[in-house]
């Protein structure tokens, strides 16, 4: 579905490829959406007993971050109204980016040995962040929506867009962490 949603002719022909298939799969779904997830929820099971640290005092890059979700929100609404998929779901991994991105900024598991409260609001942001995804991911995978509820300890509210920027509050308790997304290998796909 990813796949094919990322291909779609919205305005001109389109074909499938095999290699094509595989390197989103592995490098958008998985490397960028699958490990945003993974490492936000890992890591708070690991330094913060599987639950949503305390948000603290959130600086200028936490804010902005917060403020990407809400436009990615926007973003992806506007262009699921407008029937323009393919648009929509770039929004969504452009969010799952971004949020690698402040992930490796704040540096949690360096902050973890050092300044804790700078550690779990990091994580917080990002915990709110993977919210927002959950909710923008399940129009398009809604098995995968699914499943990263699950991991947040979301129950069905996350399916009501209007929610998708609520936050989740300090002292949730989150799932387990589990793989969202398989990677894909052309020797199992086609074996000799």
């Excluded at 074909?15 to 490397?31: K, P, T, Y």
């Excluded at 598991?109 to 917080?124: H, L, P, S, V, Y």
Aim: glycine share 6%; with cysteine; hydrophobic share 40%.
């Amino acid at each position: 579905r990813y796949y094919l949603t990322t291909v779609a002719p919205e305005g001109a022909r389109t074909a499938f490829d095999i290699d094509d298939f595989m390197a989103r799969n592995n490098g958008e779904l998985l490397n960028t959406f699958g490990n945003f997830f993974n490492r936000t929820v890992t890591f708070a099971h690991k330094y913060f007993d599987g639950r949503v640290p305390s948000r603290g005092e959130r600086n200028a890059l936490d804010d902005e971050q917060l403020r990407r979700c809400r436009e990615a929100m926007e973003r992806t609404g506007a262009e699921l109204e407008a029937c323009r998929f393919k648009a929509a779901l770039a929004e969504v991994i452009a969010l799952a980016r971004a949020g690698n991105v402040y992930f490796d900024a704040t540096k949690p598991f360096q902050t973890r040995k050092t300044d804790m409260e700078a550690c779990g609001r990091a994580i917080n942001a990002c915990l709110q962040t993977a919210r927002t995804l959950t909710t923008l991911i399940a129009p398009f995978l809604p098995a995968t929506g699914e499943k990263c509820a699950t991991m947040l300890g979301l129950g069905a509210e996350y399916l009501k867009w209007p929610s998708a920027t609520a936050e989740i509050s300090s002292g949730h308790q989150l799932g387990e962490a589990i793989i969202l997304v398989r990677k894909l290998d052309a020797k199992e796909l086609f074996p000799e």
